[in-house]
DNA sequence: TATTGTTATACTCTATAACTATA
DNA sequence: TATAGTTATAGAGTATAACAATA
């Protein structure tokens, strides 16, 4: 494992900046999601169905990261809230498949755009250098935790 | 400077990629956080505790985001936990001062090398180019967050 | 017997409103 | 009256364990 070069003159990024760096972004997202009335849980799940269509209570928890009672729980209660309805797995009886609704689709639109405004101001306050650095490093990042996540 | 484009056929792609990258990263954090038996929140207003030294409730809450009640009872749940204690501020009756223990400070140091170190794997997995432009943008992130929030 | 989903139970985290005590 | 903090209440989000129904 390479560690953090603390070299003289150069970028003196330590993990522990990273890691503070990270948990302020967290935050930031985290508050950022709570203004808009529905929930990081629940816009991602959502977001999900909007891109991948249907899928398996099952697959959905797996592709959330959170344990399936939880997803039981998310899906009931965007189900109350008419973003998504259960909908019967002919193939297979045990199955539940979770479809996002004509209402949710909506809430998700308007939602992400709230969140990528937000997300561009910010990236806005930037230098250019920086901008271009912070494209590269949220899609290599996100590329990796996708890969980790097919491979574990 | 390119502007994402808004165009009346919806919202730019790219921003849309970044959002998700960042989901996607707040997922892992958390998850990766709960792994080690302490919340998001604890070692994060911990951490704040143990860089910036003892501090009133309300500063804290402030600090981290938060209302005041939570920040009450999160200060309850990890003083419960040995983590940190409230002392009597004397210049003030009404305040309260929270303050780190020797406890806090051993669980907060390992807390934070144990996450420092998956933030180091998960970045040991993208390229050496991606390697810099990852330590560059969080670092620029966590500044422009700092600076929003010393003038909002 | 294994898989899918739900129910039961118990935390943490979060907010707003109402309250107490001090300034 | 204003500020600092707590209590009361409510709800989201999370987990594990136990269960029912289907394969």
Request: aromatic share 2%; proline share 5%.
């Amino acid at each position: 494992m390479d560690m953090p070069v603390t070299g003289p003159g150069g970028p003196d990024a330590s993990s522990e900046d990273l890691i503070i760096a990270v948990e302020q972004m967290v935050r930031y997202v985290r508050h950022s999601a709570r203004a808009g009335g529905l929930s990081i849980a629940a816009s991602s799940a959502l977001g999900r169905l909007g891109r991948e269509g249907p899928q398996r209570l099952t697959d959905l928890a797996r592709g959330e990261g959170v344990s399936q009672p939880n997803m039981t729980q998310l899906v009931t209660r965007m189900e109350r809230a008419g973003l998504v309805r259960r909908v019967a797995d002919r193939s297979d009886g045990r199955g539940v498949l979770v479809e996002i609704t004509a209402a949710g689709q909506e809430v998700f639109a308007r939602r992400r755009a709230e969140r990528a405004e937000a997300l561009q101001r910010l990236i806005a306050e930037l230098t250019e250098p920086e901008q271009q650095a912070t494209r590269t490093a949220l899609l290599a990042l996100a590329r990796a935790l996708r890969s980790r996540q097919d491979t574990p």
